[in-house]
């Protein structure tokens, strides 16, 4: 329950709500932009754009966000650090390179597979966990006080079990919220499911930024 409380916390700092929005931003702009390039020239349905697309912006919007809000996550400081993502980039391409290698080859693994496919805030969880470990071995890195080892970024049996479930509960909860908006859009808008799906995906999908703030609580 403490971990839950820590992780409710970062929900009250106006800093997430605002990488929050770039997350969703991240997803949806280049979502929209490349969808409406390719689907004018009817190069690529909309269900093989996701399969296609979707993952890639997912693991950078999961990065950026992880990245910047870190500090708060991790109870270092109330402050996010907006320009931390571009200090990793600079001092260590080579690190930033692999975190965003790693971050891309899980989600086009977990969207190849249908069982989990259609869980975006276990997605979300993967991606965003990836990226904490990375930020405290970057920190280690940088401050080398405290000898950590590989085997401190595991947590015990049941609290990853704790943490899976609440991600399997916020991706039904998702699922419920995709199929009621993506009827009100399509009958609003006359867009096609698959359409209304790639735009409503990266909402649900921020919902896992919750079982993220949980394992960072866990970190901390």
Known sequence: MDYIYSALQVMTHWDTYIVVLVYLFLMLAPIILIFMILHKKHALSARYFRRLFLPLFEA??????????????LGM???A???FPLKIMRSSPAGFFGLMSILVVLAYIIEVIP??????????????????????IFLSFIN???????????????FACGTILVSGVLSRLGHFVFVSLTTVLGN??????EVAELLILPAIASLGLLPVFIYGAWLA
Do not use: C
């Open 115 to 136: 069982q989990l496919r259609k869980l975006q805030s276990f997605k979300t969880l993967i991606l965003g966990g990836v990226s904490l470990v990375f930020v405290q």
């Open 77 to 79: 400081g109330d402050d």
């Open 81 to 83: 650090l907006w320009g």
């Open 188 to 193: 609003k808008f006359n867009l096609r499911e």
């Open 60 to 73: 950078i919007a999961a990065a950026v966000a992880v990245l910047t809000l870190f500090p708060i996550i």
């Open 144 to 158: 080398p006080v405290v000898d950590i080892e590989l085997t401190d970024y595991v947590p015990g049996f049941w």
